[in-house]
């Protein structure tokens, strides 16, 4: 997995979408991150460690995978450039079929 800065994951998500714009999914997970990279030991304490307020940003499309991490500071700022992102690029959702419910309600009479 690839960490990348903010401005570098808002472009490559970029590309991540218009490559698997007709066929493929693209996987967007958002998780609180404290800045931990090895586990907390059962006994004694860690030393030097301040948790900080982070969150952690994944996307895959099941090949390609990238990361980021976003302080309290610039989230913000991150998020709104992320909804622009998301809304410019969800255009290719399918519609859901109706015809389902239709036929659910004649077979139940």
Do not use: H, W
Not at 55 to 69: E, F, H, P, Q
Not at 81 to 88: C, E, F, I, M, T
Not at 98 to 105: C, R
């Amino acid at each position: 997995m690839v960490l990348l800065e903010s401005e570098q994951f808002l472009t490559e998500l970029t590309r991540l979408f218009q490559k698997c714009r007709l066929s493929d999914s693209v996987f967007i997970t958002l998780k609180m991150y404290d800045g931990r990279t090895k586990p907390i030991p059962r006994k004694g304490s860690v030393e030097g460690f301040e948790p900080a307020d982070k969150c952690l940003l994944r996307a895959t499309d099941g090949k390609k995978k990238i990361s980021t991490v976003v302080s309290s500071k610039e989230v913000n700022k991150f998020q709104m450039a992320d909804s622009n992102l998301l809304r410019a690029n969800m255009d290719g959702l399918k519609k859901r079929d109706k015809k389902s419910k239709s036929k659910k309600s004649k077979a139940a009479q």
